[in-house]
């Protein structure tokens, strides 16, 4: 197996476990690629394309760093393992203190492999395609701080929702309801769930809640108002920004691709829930 270490570039301490993951990997005779930056770090030469050679990689640090592994690697759907160094960390599972333990666990092979849904989102300008994108977490669109509300058509397939009047939007995959979508008031929906989450941020219309599709549904969404000078922007999963004009045309679907992550037997969902939400148990 051909393991591969991502992780934050500007946190020292991802930086510094980064290099004894590393280290005990190769005492364990597994090559091991590094990003570029882990190399720099070290003083030591770049080796080979970890997105294209690893068959296993190892994201440290918080869900920004894993959401960037999945993006670059979903072409080939390589396992990630998570390890949390961040704040929240809905999707990092591994905290620093047992990572040696987990990598055991991966070597004995006694894990577990967990596939997520992601979105393919395309945004089209006068029916010419500006990017196309596959996305772990979320669509947001949404204002800057002195845009005016904007107006937002939302379709699915050929049935129309809804026009939000509103400061924004996000269409959230299940694994992405415990992030911005949650923070908005939106819905927790379990991973395995095969679903389309729309949540409107701080709508006009107080009756304007969320809405949860099924995932073979494709949704058509058309910015109404906006001009270069208002400010508004797409984001795709926190990690690329768009401006957006009038007219804009993003079609969100289930994508072709799926994240795949390595779980282990004796931790669960709500277990994560309940230790990263603080929820009390009886």
Not at 154 to 180: E, H, K, M
Request: with cysteine.
């Amino acid at each position: 197996m051909v393991f591969g270490i991502v992780c934050k570039e500007d946190n020292t301490k991802a930086l510094d476990l980064s290099v004894r993951v590393l280290k005990w990997i190769k005492d364990r005779g597994f090559p091991c690629l590094i990003e570029d930056h882990i190399a720099d770090y070290i003083r030591c030469d770049r080796n080979d394309d970890i997105w294209n050679n690893a068959e296993l990689l190892i994201a440290i640090g918080g869900d920004g760093t894993l959401l960037r592994t999945v993006r670059m690697s979903s072409h080939r759907e390589i396992p990630v393992l998570g390890v949390h160094m961040g704040y929240l960390g809905f999707l990092t599972e591994i905290m620093e203190d047992e990572v040696y333990t987990a990598m055991e666990a991966v070597i004995e092979g006694d894990y577990i492999k967990e596939e997520r849904i992601m979105f393919s989102a395309t945004l089209y300008r006068e029916d010419l395609e500006i990017t196309s994108q596959h996305v772990l977490n979320d669509v947001v669109i949404n204002k800057s701080a002195l845009a005016r509300i904007i107006d937002i058509d939302v379709w699915t397939n050929q049935t129309f929702i809804t026009c939000y009047r509103a400061d924004g939007l996000i269409v959230s995959t299940p694994t992405g309801s415990t992030a911005y979508n949650l923070a908005t008031g939106g819905p927790i929906v379990h991973p395995q769930v095969d679903a389309i989450i729309l949540t409107p941020i701080c709508p006009h219309v107080l009756s304007n809640r969320s809405i949860v599709l099924p995932d073979f549904q494709e949704v058509i969404i058309i910015v109404k108002s906006g001009k270069s000078s208002d400010n508004i922007y797409l984001t795709l999963d926190g990690q690329k920004g768009y401006n957006l004009q009038a007219n804009d045309k993003l079609v969100i679907k289930r994508g072709e691709s799926k994240a795949v992550f390595l779980r282990f037997p004796q931790r669960n969902y709500f277990e994560i829930l309940r230790s990263k939400l603080g929820w009390q148990e009886r």
